[in-house]
């Protein structure tokens, strides 16, 4: 799994290095993306990020392999085009410039990065996402589309000096996720109690056993987190009700523990689970977390999701109760 946070002027080298490498893959022929040496991307594309603080790095094993900026920038063409979502541009996060070195492709990271994207959208109240890229480029139309992004048009136009682009534009509208203040923690009463009949269906060695403490004091303890900023929770609702959540620890310390996450069983299926995970490791990353922990019920079949995003088994917990 890698790990991808805010670019440092130490990480424009490397940056540079895959925008020549994508450059010389098309010269080859290698790589059909619409790009041009000398024009975009160049050094001076990383560098203006950088001062605005939206480049991003992904990192394997110590090596950036990948770049991108995030942002709420819309380039012109957008304005021409005929959204499907109607999304006021504060609620809109826009993707561009996502490279992967062709030395690092065909090992999920362009995928990783995508999610990331996500779940930094969510952390930043932006459910609507906008992604350009040139028609001639196949292979990311095709990335783009499996991930839900739908096209909806093509725009002639001249892009970051390059003259003649056909600009595809895709979108694609998360689930309503959102942050909540302390004195919401009482309103995730139903889904702990959810997860503790979860527990107690699933669980290996302790069935009955939950919840481990009354509801009401774990409900105070979340608010008093949120109130002392140790954690933070994201929700998903529907018709004003929350169908899932997650609680994340913060400690300050470069660790972070994901706490809870939950999504009630009648509202499975719909993409929550991930939104949610999305977020989280999102919200790790912008706070300089490098190590995360989360603890599985054994017998949780939950576990296989947090294996998606890189997690694996470090320890087994034993507990013996009288």
Request: aromatic fraction near 8%; hydrophobic fraction near 40%; include cysteine.
């Amino acid at each position: 799994m890698s790990t991808i946070r805010k670019a440092t002027r130490a990480d424009l080298d490397a940056v540079s290095r895959i925008y020549d490498h994508i450059h010389t893959a098309e010269e080859r022929g290698e790589a059909t993306i619409g790009w041009q040496r000398g024009v975009y991307p160049e050094c001076e594309t990383a560098e203006a990020a950088l001062a605005r603080g939206d480049l991003f790095v992904q990192e394997e094993d110590s090596e950036i392999v990948g770049t991108a900026i995030l942002n709420q920038t819309q380039v012109d063409s957008y304005s021409r085009a005929n959204w499907r979502y109607d999304a006021p541009d504060s609620e809109v996060m826009v993707l561009h410039t996502l490279v992967i070195d062709p030395a690092a492709r065909s090992r999920g990271l362009g995928r990783e990065f995508a999610a990331f994207y996500e779940g930094y959208a969510l952390a930043h109240g932006c459910r609507y996402l906008r992604i350009d890229t040139n028609a001639r480029n196949a292979r990311a139309r095709r990335f783009y589309q499996k991930l839900g992004y739908a096209e909806i048009g093509i725009v002639p136009c001249t892009f970051n000096g390059i003259a003649g682009v056909q600009l595809v534009l895709l979108e694609k509208r998360l689930p309503p996720l959102r942050q909540i203040a302390a004195d919401e923690a009482p309103r995730l009463r139903n889904c702990v109690e959810a997860l503790s009949e979860h527990h107690n269906k699933v669980s290996v060695n302790f069935k009955g056993s939950y919840p481990s403490r009354p509801y009401d004091k774990t409900l105070s303890l979340f608010a008093q987190a949120l109130e002392e900023k140790s954690s933070c929770i994201a929700v998903v609702e529907e018709n004003g009700e929350i169908a899932g959540f997650c609680k994340v620890d913060l400690h300050g310390d470069g660790t972070g523990k994901l706490d809870y996450l939950v999504v009630l069983p009648q509202c499975c299926g719909r993409g929550y689970g991930k939104a949610l995970m999305d977020w989280a490791m999102a919200v790790f990353s912008e706070s300089g977390v490098r190590k995360i922990e989360v603890k599985v019920v054994d017998g949780n079949d939950a576990i296989h999701l947090y294996e998606k995003y890189g997690f694996r088994m470090n320890a087994h917990l034993l507990v013996h109760e009288q």
